[in-house]
């Protein structure tokens, strides 16, 4: 079956400090690999996404996920955090085939301190 | 017009109350999804709709009954409910057919169970 690990639960940085979040999928093919965001109370909005072709994948607010199949990762990165930043970050894997079956990590939760 | 919106924002019912949450995106989609998602927990798949047709019901009790009206609308019609099913219910939508898109997602209904 497939899983997905975020080990960090939470994670501190400075305002103006990089950042990398962790994400280790479990599944046999190449899956489909996805970052997603939720500040409180709100509703998940996409960052990037990795479906095929080059392993480094850019998105939205100046993030980046790299691809690595010989470690099972997608981590995030960002190379310079801002407060509004602060929020729950979510990897998610869809290994259905098509199915559009979406399983989320149990997050990150991202604090930015000035 | 990337935009799913949910409606109530926040409903609380009793134990034999009959509510119905709404959901509608008219970017064209033809997936739409319920999640469920627990205070400080990933969300949890529900349903999922692809052409109008039920596709997936990840063993959801009865009390929650799904219904797809039109390409556009998703309602998750709710009776019956339980303390522990408060929470907050996400409405998503993607491109659908073969394949795995990105799902855009609303921002929730906030339910309390008295």
């Known amino acids: 079956a497939q899983s997905v690990t975020q080990p960090d639960i939470h994670i501190t940085v400075s305002e103006g400090a990089s950042l990398e979040l962790r994400c280790n999928y479990s599944y046999g093919a190449t899956p489909y690999l996805f970052w997603y965001v939720q500040s409180p109370g709100q509703g998940l909005q996409l960052l990037l996404k990795?479906?095929?072709?080059?392993?480094l994948v850019q998105g939205i607010k100046g993030f980046e996920a790299e691809f690595k199949r010989s470690q099972s990762s997608f981590n995030l990165r960002k190379p310079s955090v801002h407060w509004s930043d602060a929020a729950e970050y979510f990897c998610?894997?869809?290994?259905?085939?098509?199915?559009?079956?979406?399983?989320f990590g149990i997050g990150t939760k991202l604090q930015v301190i000035p | 017009d990337t935009e799913v919106t949910q409606t109530p924002k926040h409903l609380v019912m009793g134990m034999t109350n009959k509510k119905s949450l709404k959901c509608e995106q008219h970017m064209g989609h033809r997936a739409m999804y319920w999640y469920k998602q627990k205070a400080k927990k990933p969300p949890e798949l529900m349903f999922v709709y692809s052409y109008e047709k039920l596709s997936i019901n990840e063993s959801v009790p009865s009390r929650f009954s799904p219904e797809c009206p039109n390409s556009s609308l998703l309602n998750l019609h709710l009776h019956a409910l339980q303390p522990e099913d408060s929470a907050l219910y996400l409405c998503?939508?993607?491109?659908?057919?073969?394949?795995?898109?990105?799902?855009?997602f609303g921002p929730g209904t906030r339910l309390t169970v008295t």
């Open positions: 998610a894997v869809d290994s259905s085939g098509g199915y559009q079956k979406v399983t």
């Open positions: 990795y479906f095929s072709g080059d392993t």
């Open positions: 998503a939508s993607s491109q659908g057919g073969a394949g795995t898109y990105e799902q855009y």
